[in-house]
C-alpha cells in the first residue's frame, strides 16, 4: 500500500505542550511491519515521529527519549483517537 490515506489531526497535550499528530493507515501499516519479537519501542518511536508536525518533532523526541515509558503512552494515546471512535466487537 503506497498511498497515504489522510486521517484528521490527532492532538495530544504532553507536559503541558500541545502536539500534533497526522497519523494515516499505511503508518500504522508501516509501523506493524517494522515490530519484531525483540524490537517494540523503536517502531513506535518512528511512528510517532512519522505523524507528529515536523515543526514539533525535535521537542517530541527529546521527550520519548527523557521520560520512560512515555513512547507507549503516547503511541496508544494517538492510535486508539486516531480510529475515530470505531469499536470493534464480537458476535456469537
Not at 13 to 20: A, P
Not at 40 to 65: F, G, I
Request: aromatic share 6%; glycine share 6%; proline share 3%.
Amino acid at each position: 500500500m503506497t498511498e497515504k490515506t489522510t486521517n484528521a489531526a490527532v492532538i495530544v497535550t504532553i507536559g503541558g505542550t500541545d502536539f500534533s499528530f497526522t497519523p494515516t493507515v499505511t503508518e500504522f501499516n508501516n509501523y506493524v511491519n517494522e515490530m519484531m519479537p525483540d524490537n517494540k519501542v523503536a517502531p513506535m518511536h518512528r511512528y510517532l515521529m512519522r505523524t507528529v508536525d515536523k515543526s514539533q518533532k525535535d521537542e517530541l523526541n527529546k521527550l520519548l527519549n527523557s521520560v520512560s515509558g512515555l513512547t507507549q503512552d503516547v503511541f496508544t494515546t494517538v492510535t486508539k483517537e486516531a480510529k475515530g471512535g470505531i469499536t470493534v466487537e464480537l458476535k456469537n
